[in-house]
């Protein structure tokens, strides 16, 4: 870093997350309700890259932890180690379900798409420990257990 000071801040990049009880109508959510409601995906050959919120949780630890020397600002990502296409996340989230989704896909051409970021770093001494499947089935099964307790 160039300029003189004695803070240290670390930027943090992240793609798209997941978590239990999240209720900001993220894809992952939107793809689990269509068991009730229908969801149209226009371009499922989209990439994404998901991240569970546990693994989040965990690069800030990292990234807490860092013992930098001298003062700068660093910036690191958090992604986890697959980009999956939308039409894969509703596969993967079927076969957790163990059912069909009702979901309409669009245009399965493929066009130009956006590609996630990789050309940042990942927090030193971070690795993802949940894989795409793992996080989903934590979650779904978190959220069912508290609407099953809490009805």
């Not at 160039?2 to 999240?22: R, V």
């Not at 309700?33 to 994404?48: F, T």
């Not at 660093?74 to 596969?91: P, T």
Request: charged share 25%; hydrophobic share 35%.
């Amino acid at each position: 870093c160039a300029h003189k000071t004695d803070i240290q801040i670390s930027k943090l990049t992240l793609f798209d997350t997941f978590g239990p009880f999240d209720d900001r109508n993220k894809i992952v959510d939107l793809i689990i309700k269509s068991a009730k409601s229908p969801l149209k995906l226009n371009v499922p050959q989209q990439l994404i890259n998901l991240s569970y919120s546990k693994d989040i949780c965990s690069a800030i630890e990292c990234a807490l932890r860092l013992n930098t020397t001298k003062p700068c600002v660093d910036e690191y990502m958090v992604r986890s180690n697959k980009d999956v296409s939308l039409y894969e996340l509703v596969g993967l989230i079927e076969d957790i379900l163990q059912q069909k989704l009702n979901i309409e896909f669009g245009n399965l051409e493929p066009q130009d798409s956006f590609v996630p970021e990789t050309r940042i770093p990942l927090v030193p001494r971070w690795k993802q420990k949940y894989s795409l499947t793992d996080g989903l089935v934590d979650k779904i099964n978190l959220e069912s257990s508290r609407n099953d307790h809490w009805g």
